[in-house]
T-cell receptor, first 109, second 114 residues
Framework: KNEVEQSPQNLTAQEGEFITINCSYSVGISALHWLQQHPGGGIVSLFMLSSGKKKHGRLIATINIQEKHSSLHITASHPRDSAVYICAVYKAAGNKLTFGGGTRVLVKP | KAGVTQTPRYLIKTRGQQVTLSCSPISGHRSVSWYQQTPGQGLQFLFEYFSETQRNKGNFPGRFSGRQFSNSRSEMNVSTLELGDSALYLC?????????????FGPGTRLLVL
């Protein structure tokens, strides 16, 4: 079993819909990152979380350390949000990122 | 500030050859990490360098190696290439090496091994 699991693997939404992507991990972590990868490969770091909730524009990320779970929400989704969203964690022991398999999001106009 | 740059962007090699990829971090960043991305395995950590020293290494064979220079630029080398080494190789830099620091990714080098 992978240490970092994301769901769903694929998601299609209509423009304007609310989107939720989930990330569960099975190890102790010191930090969790949400990344966005557009076609062509470029990766952008969206959030770093070690507790609570963060908001940036239409994106909201939450983490529940006790339940080992994080969610990324996209409000009022737009076709430009179409990308792969990747959850990555730094394990409590060791300073290297372990990645989830990614969630491919397609937002249709 | 200029972003992370990687060269070359695309590369075609044949089995058994070796390849060297280069990464120039954002000015002032001292940590450079390398990642491999394949359709089957997803993103995997290769290694991280900080101030010319390898701090961490992922679970890759010894054919994969790297180094970092005094100006923080980093290179990774893959020797005796195998078909399975075909992948997108990404590097990322951060100012120091804290786990809560944002990593800034380069555009990647797409390697095809024939």
């Amino acid at each position: 079993k992978n240490e970092v699991e994301q769901s769903p693997q694929n998601l299609t939404a209509q423009e304007g819909e609310f989107i939720t992507i989930n990330c569960s991990y099975s190890v102790g972590i010191s930090a969790l990152h949400w990344l966005q990868q557009h076609p062509g490969g470029g990766i952008v770091s969206l959030f770093m979380l070690s507790s609570g909730k963060k908001k940036h524009g239409r994106l909201i990320a939450t983490i529940n350390i006790q339940e080992k779970h994080s969610s990324l929400h996209i409000t009022a989704s737009h076709p430009r949000d179409s990308a792969v969203y990747i959850c990555a964690v730094y394990k409590a022991a060791g300073n290297k990122l372990t990645f989830g398999g990614g969630t491919r999001v397609l937002v249709k106009p | 500030k200029a972003g992370v740059t990687q060269t070359p962007r695309y590369l075609i090699k044949t089995r058994g050859q070796q390849v060297t990829l280069s990464c120039s971090p954002i000015s002032g960043h001292r940590s450079v990490s390398w990642y491999q991305q394949t359709p089957g395995q997803g993103l995997q950590f290769l290694f991280e360098y900080f101030s010319e020293t390898q701090r961490n290494k992922g679970n890759f064979p010894g054919r994969f190696s790297g180094r970092q220079f005094s100006n923080s630029r980093s290179e990774m080398n893959v020797s005796t290439l195998e078909l399975g080494d075909s992948a997108l190789y990404l590097c990322a830099s951060r100012r120091l090496a804290g786990e809560q620091e944002t990593q800034y990714f380069g555009p990647g080098t797409r390697l095809l091994v024939l």
